[in-house]
C-alpha cells in the first residue's frame, strides 16, 4: 500500500481494508477520513470494519463520502473536509478508491488560502494532477 505526502499532516491514498490498519498505525497515522460510499465496486471494504480495526489501533476514522469525479465535488464538501482536517488528531490519512477525490477535496479546502501554483504543486508532487481545477483555485484564492 502507498500512502502520498501532501503535507506533514496529510496523507492520501487508495482504497484501505481492516488489514491495512496494522500498516496505517505503525506509519503513526492518528486519523482517518474515508472519502468513499459503502457500495462504490464489488469487493470494497465497507467503512464499519474498518473504522473499528482503525478503533482498535487508537486511530479515529471519520466518514465523508462524496462522488467521484467527473461529478463536481462542490465547496461545502471541500469545506467540510477542511473542517475535518483542522479538527482530527494529526496526522491524518484520507482514502477514496485512488486517492484523487481526497486530493481535490484538499486542494478545494486550501485554495481560499494558498495560491493555485502550491496547491497544484503539492498535489502533483504526490502524484495527482489537479491542473483541470486550476481556473476554479483562482476563483477561489483570496490573498
Known amino acids: 500500500m ?21 500498516f496505517i498505525a ?3 497515522i492518528r486519523a482517518i477520513i474515508c472519502n ?3 457500495g462504490e465496486e464489488p469487493g470494497q471494504p465497507a467503512f ?7 478503533a ?3 486511530i479515529t476514522a471519520v466518514r465523508q463520502p462524496v462522488l467521484m469525479p467527473p461529478n463536481e465535488i462542490t465547496d461545502e464538501e471541500a469545506a467540510v473536509f477542511g473542517k475535518l482536517l483542522e479538527e482530527l488528531p494529526k496526522p491524518v ?7 484523487s477525490r481526497c486530493a481535490i477535496l484538499w486542494a478545494l479546502s486550501e485554495a481560499r488560502r494558498r495560491p493555485f501554483k502550491e496547491v497544484v ?3 502533483m508532487g504526490a502524484g495527482y494532477d489537479l491542473t483541470k481545477y486550476v481556473t476554479r483555485f483562482q476563483s477561489l484564492y483570496r490573498p
Open 2 to 22: 502507498e500512502l502520498y505526502e501532501l503535507t506533514d499532516d496529510l496523507m492520501v491514498g487508495g482504497q484501505i481494508g481492516p488489514d491495512t490498519i496494522p
Open 26 to 28: 505503525a506509519q503513526g
Open 36 to 38: 468513499r460510499f459503502d
Open 48 to 54: 464499519q470494519p474498518v473504522a473499528q480495526a482503525a
Open 56 to 58: 482498535a489501533h487508537g
Open 93 to 99: 490519512l484520507a482514502y477514496c478508491r485512488t486517492g
Open 121 to 123: 504543486l503539492a498535489a
